[in-house]
C-alpha cells in the first residue's frame, strides 16, 4: 500500500474529503490531490509528510514504507517502549539482539545499518532512473572493460 493509499484509507476512516484535508493541515490543496493521483512519492515534501503524520497520529516509516499496512506500526505506548504487537517478530528479535552486543559493537552495527540504507537508496535511486533491467548497461560495461584490458 502506497503513501496515496494510506491517506485514501486514513481520509475514509475520518470521512475527509481532500479539501477538509486541506483546510485542516494547511496543505494546499493541489498538493493533497497530486500526491493522492501518482505512483511515485520521491518528490513529496518531507514537510508535507510530517503534517500528514501528525494529522492522522501515525508514523513516517508507516506513511512511507509500502510494506506497512500498521497504522499503529511504531508507536509508543505510555513505557515509551516500542509496542511489540506493532513490530514484525523479525524486528523484536533484531531489537534484542541488539540490545545484548557491548556498546562497541552496538556502534559498529549502526555504522554498517547506516552504509546498508545508502546503499539501498542509491540501488533505489539506480532503478527509478534506469529500471530494473540493467543487462545492456552490463554489456557495454564489459565492452568497455575488455577494451580498457587491451
Known sequence: MNLGEKIKMLMKEKNLRKSDLSRETGIPYTTLDGILKRDDFSKVKLDTVQLLKNYFDVTLDYLMIDEITDKNYGKQNKGNLIMENS???KESTL???YRELAETYQTKFDVYVDKLHKLQMLEDAWTRKFG????DL??????WKKSKEK
Open 87 to 89: 513490530l514484525m517478530s
Open 95 to 97: 531489537i534484542e539482539k
Open 132 to 135: 530494473n533491467d540493467d543487462s
Open 138 to 143: 552490463r554489456e557495454e560495461f564489459e565492452k
